[in-house]
């Protein structure tokens, strides 16, 4: 598996940009069992260690699913969220997959706020907020993560009575309440699986999941809405990309 060109890397990072490219390639097609553990050391000469690395580096990234007792695969599907985010989940997987998105509340209420929630919305003591926490779904996929939202409730009570089952929410939001996203603060890191959303998301807990922490403001850059996701990393990654606009900037 050593070259010249590539001997200033570890080999378990060989690894990964090798199996890497072989699914840009489509050479590992979605779906596929890859080689084993012992078959990949067998076939480049490397360490249990390095294979363990190596795999363990891919699928902390969702470009492989490594299920106990049955091998690693390459993911079906992996669903990506554009960088701006203000769209809502559901438009943005189906301008970016075509892929019909569904919806299961797994509670939604009025509630008092954490101090957290509550400086993030801007809120004073004693205001209440709306709690919509939903489980997404993929077509022909399956659970992709948990959607936890917060919205001041004096603003927005009206939406206890909407159906965010089979409703954007963002789009109620435009149509019904003049509430036009124009700009998110989004914190992305990895987390272990909370025990309370395992089930959910098919997971063991203590698993690796994608965490995600936003608040969105609105036209006039009020805060309207904060939020968590907890997603798995085989069925959703976060896509950002960034262009150079400003010619001065060096």
Do not use: W
Not at 98 to 114: L, N
Not at 120 to 144: D, F, H, P, W
Not at 215 to 236: A, K, L, S, T, W
């Amino acid at each position: 598996m050593r070259s010249n060109a590539n001997m200033q890397f570890p080999l378990y990072q060989q690894l990964v940009a090798m199996i890497e490219k072989q699914i840009d390639k489509g050479e590992l097609k979605p779906g596929l069992k890859i080689p084993s553990e012992n078959e990949l050391c067998e076939m480049y000469n490397i360490s249990r260690i390095t294979v363990r690395q190596a795999l363990s580096d891919l699928a902390l990234r969702g470009k492989v699913i490594r299920v106990k007792g049955k091998g690693t695969f390459i993911p079906k599907f992996s669903a990506r969220k554009p960088f701006d985010g203000l769209s809502g989940f559901s438009n943005e997987i189906k301008y970016t997959h075509q892929t019909q998105v569904t919806s299961k509340i797994i509670s939604f209420e009025a509630t008092m706020p954490t101090a957290e929630t509550a400086q993030m919305l801007g809120l004073s003591e004693g205001k209440a907020v709306i709690r919509l926490e939903r489980a997404r779904y993929l077509e022909n996929i399956g659970i992709s993560g948990v959607d936890l939202r917060f919205l001041p409730f004096n603003r927005f009570h009206g939406l206890l009575e909407e159906d965010l089952e089979n409703n954007s929410l963002y789009n109620i939001l435009r149509s019904k309440y003049n509430t036009f996203p124009s700009r998110a603060i989004h914190e992305v890191s990895g987390m272990a699986c909370p025990a309370c959303y395992a089930d959910i998301l098919e997971l063991t807990a203590g698993e690796p999941i994608s965490h995600f922490k936003d608040v969105v403001y609105d036209q006039n850059n009020i805060p309207f809405e904060f939020g968590e996701n907890f997603y798995r990393i085989d069925r959703y990654n976060y896509r950002i990309e960034i262009s150079k606009t400003n010619q001065s900037f060096v």
